[in-house]
């Protein structure tokens, strides 16, 4: 018995990582994207209050909710797979 907790607590580290990386990649690719998007249209004004207001919303955004399918997907396939092992 010990021994899927164990294999399931090493799934949420390993799935835990994974996540802080993508959160870190996606969060700085929007970063750049603001960025280039301020230098393409020559805009104006204080560009940190842009990028800050630009993150915000990405903050807010389903995409970054979408994240959290780190998470949910493996869980779901391996339960899955151990009902369909078991009871089929």
Same mark, same amino acid.
């Given at each position: 018995?010990?021994?899927?907790? #164990? &294999? ?7 799935? %835990? ?7 870190? *990649?996606?969060?700085? %690719?929007?970063? #750049?994207?603001?960025?280039?998007? *301020?230098? #393409? /249209?020559?805009? %104006?004004?204080?560009?940190?209050? +842009?990028? /800050? ?10 995409? #970054? /909710?979408? &994240? &959290? ?5 493996? &869980? ?6 151990? +009902?369909?092992?078991? +009871?089929?």
């Amino acid at each position: 018995m010990i021994a899927p907790l #164990r &294999l399931i607590f090493m799934l949420l580290i390993v799935l %835990t990582v994974i996540y802080i990386v993508l959160s870190l *990649w996606s969060r700085s %690719t929007r970063r #750049r994207k603001l960025n280039d998007y *301020w230098d #393409r /249209k020559g805009l %104006t004004g204080d560009r940190e209050a +842009f990028v /800050k207001r630009g993150l915000k919303q990405y903050d807010n955004s389903i995409r #970054r /909710k979408l &994240l &959290l399918g780190v998470y949910i997907v493996p &869980l779901v396939v391996i339960a899955v797979l151990v +009902f369909v092992m078991n +009871f089929m």
